[in-house]
């Protein structure tokens, strides 16, 4: 094995030889070496080329492409090639095919179609994983293992009847009994009460609403069950590669809902995830930096991998543009100012044939001679500069709770208003607090919370008694904590916690909330003072709290909007609607001058201002996401231009600069 490339801001991306002929092998390594490659991923999908058909094996052209890239000095991440099953599996087991929710099977044709709880799919994979680890586990050129790819992307969830017996075993696990299955469940609702384990099905189409805890016990079901399935490989290879670390590509951004990642993220020895930019958000720079938080919050504060990212157009909107000249290189710095130690890109050579072959690559169809490929050799160039900063990590006082299960559970049936979307409150805060130079942690309610000045939660439906006491007592400590609209409100099995909302922070914000008023779409509430309300509002009445905003007008005129209660030594603010940016900004304003939280920087909107910290120094990120320049002050070395800077340094647009200070 070789060490992971640690002198640098690692940079490379997919590789896929298999797709060229070999003529073209050659040209890859001298075109990685001109962009300062330093590593790739190699075989995540290459199964039906490693094992053609049942038992017979072919690692030739393996053994000859790791050998090629050690030759050449890049780092190998090596796949297990266990994401997508060749067609000869499942033409001779077709049980291993998922089933959707009307039963209807996922036929081969694409990627991923197996079954999450199949133990013929897992068999196979697991004695492809040995073969890999056996075969490659001490080859000079592996730094990296690399489990599977994109874990449920395709396949989850499965209603097949592998799935009802996995998920039954899942269950009484879980509960031990019926009696408590049923408490769990409030199956007295509707006469569903069990009374043999084996009634118990998934939430398979029915004829209307289903239970909504046996909805969240199935999200919670198939994470694990993927989780079983990951941690059963990393142990293969483990018995032959015991010293290289391993890691799976998690998918941290908004469209993606399907997985626990805190879950995940402990048994991972690097977290790495896949991001791309999806223009079709009102905010799809802000999103990227959320996701580059909740990453960093997913590994603990440490570095992480950007495993994926496009260099420009992907595949998969309805419309898929092309990235400006410049955004190749500040999308990837926006990454490693959020905690990134690697920029990788799916892929490194356009595919000329498939399902993606119009997704953007490093090398673009264009080759060499194009635009995009002299700004890829930018980046890498770039990127070897930063090597100083490896190790760094952000400095956040602000954490902003997230949590996929009350993710799961917002999303559930029949709850008061489709339009309400987890992520809403989260994003917009989080964007907000960014237009000010104020970066957030985006971590688990589980997490620490003593060593941050605020802590926000945004509609945190689900909440268990231990994260809500550990809330209370950060307000009690000092912290200022700020509880958004539709919080507290049901515990772990979805139960609705009486005695009026916000539930489990009701008493800790001096708000007591006897219905919900949720707002149609495009429907707003006036504020006293101008502003407006959208997506929610709630009829609170105060219960210790002072008001800080009222509504103007409507069936809740004059009741508070927002309240503020100090608590011990920290202060609980109430948001019960999501305001305007303005209104909102100027409240946020408010707390963090309060809580003492300063800005690394002053910036105007749309510029992003992060600093990195470690025991050689410290370097500023300022990301200019706008069409004009800005001027911030901050003095220093920027590694990227090469130049001295201070002690104003402006920012071309659409550009970056990475300070070192002093």
């Known amino acids: 094995m070789r060490p992971w490339p640690d002198d640098r801001i690692a940079f490379g991306g997919d590789y896929n030889p298999e797709q060229w002929p070999r003529g073209v092998w050659a040209d890859d390594m001298r075109l990685m070496r001109d962009a300062g490659v330093s590593f790739v991923t190699l075989g995540v999908f290459s199964w039906s080329w490693l094992e053609p058909t049942k038992g017979e094996y072919e690692f030739g052209w393996l053994d000859e492409i790791m050998t090629m890239l050690h030759d050449n ?28 929710r009307e039963g209807r099977v996922r036929w081969p044709g694409s990627r991923q179609a197996w079954c999450p709880s199949s133990p013929v799919y897992r068999d196979a994979a697991l004695d492809l994983t040995d073969r890999m680890a056996t075969r490659y586990h001490d080859h000079p050129a592996l730094a990296m293992w690399h489990v599977s790819n994109e874990y449920a992307c395709h396949n989850l969830p499965c209603y097949c009847d592998t799935c009802a017996a996995g998920f039954r075993r899942w269950l009484e696990r879980r509960y031990g009994t019926l009696d408590d299955l049923n408490a769990a469940w409030g199956t007295a609702f509707w006469s569903q009460r069990y009374s043999a384990w084996d009634d118990v099905l998934p939430p398979r189409l029915s004829t209307t609403f289903g239970n909504p805890t046996h909805e969240l016990d199935y999200h919670r079901f198939g994470s694990d069950t993927l989780l079983e399935f990951f941690l059963a490989e990393k142990e293969v290879i483990r018995r032959h590669s015991p010293d290289v670390p391993v890691t799976t590509n998690f998918m941290t951004l908004s469209s993606f809902r399907l997985l626990d990642y805190h879950d995940w993220a402990p048994h991972q020895d690097v977290v790495s995830t896949d991001h791309y930019v999806v223009d079709a958000l009102e905010h799809p720079r802000a999103e990227l930096s959320f996701h580059g938080d909740l990453t960093r919050g997913l590994a603990g ?32 710095l926006t990454h ?55 190790g760094s990590r952000v400095e956040a006082d602000v954490a902003l709770l997230w949590d996929y299960e009350a993710e799961w559970a917002v999303a559930g049936p029949c709850m008061p208003s489709a339009e309400l979307d ?22 688990h309610p589980d997490t620490d919370l003593s060593r941050y000045r605020v802590v926000v939660v945004p509609t945190l439906y689900l909440v268990s008694d231990a ?76 219960a210790g709290a002072t008001p800080v905003l009222a509504y103007a007008a409507g069936p809740l005129a004059g009741r508070p909007a927002a309240a503020r209660r100090e608590v011990g030594a920290g202060v609980a603010w109430y948001l019960g609607t999501l305001p305007d940016d303005d209104t909102l900004a100027t409240l946020l304003g408010r707390v963090m001058a309060e809580a003492g939280v300063a800005a690394v920087a002053d910036v105007p909107a749309g510029v992003e201002v992060v600093r990195r910290s470690g025991d050689s120094g410290s370097w500023v990120f300022v990301l200019n996401h706008t069409d004009a320049p800005c001027e911030v002050a901050i003095s220093g070395h920027d590694l990227v231009t090469g130049a001295d800077v201070g002690p104003v340094t402006t920012v071309a647009p659409r550009t970056a600069a990475v300070v070192r200070e002093g």
């Not at 991998?305 to 420009?312: D, Y």
């Not at 237009?435 to 957030?440: F, H, L, Q």
């Open 73 to 100: 000095d890049i780092a190998v991440d090596l796949a297990t090639a266990t994401a997508t099953p060749p067609p000869w599996l499942s033409a001779a087991y077709p049980e291993i095919l998922p089933v959707d």
């Open 301 to 332: 504060g440490a570095p992480w991998m950007l495993m994926e990212q496009s260099t420009s157009a992907v595949n998969w909107q309805p419309v898929n543009p092309a990235k400006l000249p410049g955004d190749t290189i500040l999308d990837s």
């Open 336 to 390: 490693v100012a959020r905690g990134a130690d690697a920029i990788g890109f799916f892929q490194w050579r356009q595919s000329r044939a498939g399902s993606e072959k119009f997704h953007s690559a490093l090398v673009p169809h264009a080759g060499e001679d194009s635009d995009r490929f002299r700004e890829v050799c930018e980046l890498g160039a770039v990127a070897g500069r930063l090597g100083e900063l490896v």
């Open 422 to 443: 987890y992520v809403t409150a989260a994003h917009t805060v989080h964007r907000l607090l960014r237009d000010r130079g104020v970066v957030c942690d985006v971590v």
């Open 467 to 542: 994260a809500a006491a550990a809330v209370a007592a950060a307000a009690e400590a000092g912290a200022h904590v700020v509880v958004t609209y539709f919080s507290g409100i049901a515990d772990a099995h979805d139960h609705v916690r009486l005695g009026g909302y916000p539930g489990a922070f009701r008493d800790l914000l001096g708000v007591r909330v006897e219905e919900f008023f949720p707002l149609r779409v495009g429907e707003v509430v006036g504020l006293e003072g101008g502003g407006q309300g959208t997506v929610w509002s709630e009829d609170a009445r105060l």
